[in-house]
């Protein structure tokens, strides 16, 4: 089963940010947080990922809180092509060999 | 980023044939590749995992004589569904995991739509 939980579904108006939450409150202090999307009929792309500190790559910002109970996808100004179901994992890094349990996601909706 | 294609990416066949579906990383070697199957409005279901040179290992539930999977290199693996039925219809998506540790994420592929008519 996967290890976290999120809303089933989000809307976003077009250029303001996504802010998408993410609960992990078993989190062992060996797991990152990854953040994966999918677009319809494609496969997952993946977005960021995090231990402890929050981070920022040209598609987002993944602010993780002090506890790492619970995270926050940010998409800082989205647009249309950000319609996808985006996927919270917590996992030990990828070099343990491990595949990724995917829950079921938030389907985020960026309306015009 | 490092790629990974599937071939084909759409399939249709009659029931009881049997469909070859590959992976292949493009520009990076991955000892380990996963198989996935998701059906319409649900998540990716892990089905089983593929490694280089060794048998795969399968999910619970999963038929392992009915879902061929063979990794013979280090860039492909292959997945053959054996008569398949109308029920097999599916979006198969694999996934591969670099051999390489300067990589932190896995890569997935574009999937494959499989159509059992």
């Known amino acids: 089963d996967a290890k976290t939980t999120q809303p089933p579904s989000m809307d976003c108006a077009e250029g303001r940010a996504a802010n998408l939450p993410c609960n992990h409150s078993t989190i062992s202090g060996n797991e990152y947080v990854y953040w994966y999307r999918q677009i319809h009929s494609q496969g997952p792309q993946y977005i960021i990922h995090g231990l402890k500190n929050n981070e920022t790559n040209e598609m987002a910002s993944l602010i993780i809180t002090e506890d790492r109970k619970s995270s926050t996808l940010i998409l800082p100004h989205a647009t249309l092509r950000d319609t996808a179901v985006y996927y919270c994992?917590?996992?030990?890094?990828?070099?343990?060999?491990?595949?990724?349990?995917f829950g079921p996601g938030t389907r985020l909706s960026v309306l015009p | 980023g490092a790629v990974v294609s599937q071939h084909p990416s759409r399939v249709i066949c009659k029931s009881g044939t049997s469909v070859k579906i590959e992976c292949r990383s493009l520009d990076f070697q991955a000892t380990t590749m996963f198989w996935y199957r998701q059906f319409p409005k649900q998540s990716l279901m892990l089905m089983a995992t593929s490694n280089e040179g060794s048998k795969a290992t399968y999910e619970q539930g999963v038929e392992k004589d009915k879902f061929l999977i063979n990794h013979a290199s280090l860039t492909l693996s292959t997945l053959t569904v054996t008569s398949a039925h109308p029920e097999d219809s599916s979006f198969y998506i694999c996934s591969a995991l670099p051999t390489s540790s300067s990589y932190n994420e896995q890569f997935f592929g574009p999937g494959t739509r499989l159509t059992v008519l």
């Open positions: 994992i917590v996992r030990v890094g990828v070099n343990y060999g491990q595949n990724f349990v």
